[in-house]
C-alpha cells in the first residue's frame, strides 16, 4: 500500500528520513531503501546486492515515488568498484525520472568512499545531472558537502 505524506519539512542526515506533518504543504511520496551491502550474496556484483535494488527499483518505479531515500550500507566495502556498481542500480531509478538521495553507512566511512560519494552522488548537494527535481534549499556542512545534508521538497 502506498501512502501520500504532507510534510514541512524531510530531512535527511545520519541515516534518517524525518516528515513532518503539514495541512498546506504539497503531497507526494517517497520509497526508503535498507542496506544493500553484502558479501557472496547471489545475484550480486561488488559487495552490493544488485538483485535486491534491482528489485526495489522496479517497485519504487511501479508505484511512481517521486524520490527514494537509501538509509546507508551502500556497498560491504566502500571500494570503487562497489561504490560505482551501487552508483550504477540507481540509473533506472532516474530513467524513470525519480529521485535517488543516498546516505553514507559505515561501510562506506575511508576518506575514499566519502570523495567517490561526492562525485557520484552530486545530486546530495543539490547539484549535478541527478537533481531532485523540486529540492530547494540544500544545506551541507561546508566541511562535508553532500555527505550530511538536509533540503526541502516541493515547498515543504
Not at 21 to 33: D, I, K, L, R, T
Not at 74 to 102: C, E, K, V, W
Not at 128 to 144: I, K, V, Y
Request: hydrophobic share 40%.
Amino acid at each position: 500500500m502506498q501512502t501520500k505524506f504532507k510534510v514541512t519539512n524531510l530531512v535527511v542526515a545520519l541515516g534518517i528520513a524525518v516528515a513532518m506533518p503539514n495541512a498546506m504543504a504539497a503531497s507526494f511520496s517517497f520509497g526508503v531503501m535498507a542496506d544493500t551491502q553484502w558479501q557472496n550474496f547471489p545475484g550480486g556484483e561488488n559487495t552490493v546486492a544488485t538483485g535486491i535494488i534491482d528489485s526495489l527499483n522496479t517497485q519504487f518505479i511501479n508505484s511512481k515515488v517521486d524520490f527514494v531515500v537509501q538509509v546507508g550500507d551502500l556497498s560491504d566495502n566502500g571500494n570503487s568498484a562497489a561504490m560505482t556498481t551501487r552508483a550504477n542500480h540507481a540509473q533506472a531509478l532516474y530513467d524513470a525520472g525519480i529521485g535517488f538521495m543516498p546516505l553514507r553507512g559505515n561501510h562506506e566511512a575511508s576518506a575514499t568512499a566519502a570523495t567517490q560519494f561526492q562525485s557520484l552522488y552530486q545530486q546530495t548537494q543539490g547539484t549535478g545531472s541527478h537533481a531532485l527535481a523540486g529540492a530547494t534549499n540544500f544545506s551541507s556542512p561546508t566541511t562535508m558537502p553532500g555527505l550530511s545534508y538536509s533540503y526541502n521538497y516541493k515547498g515543504c
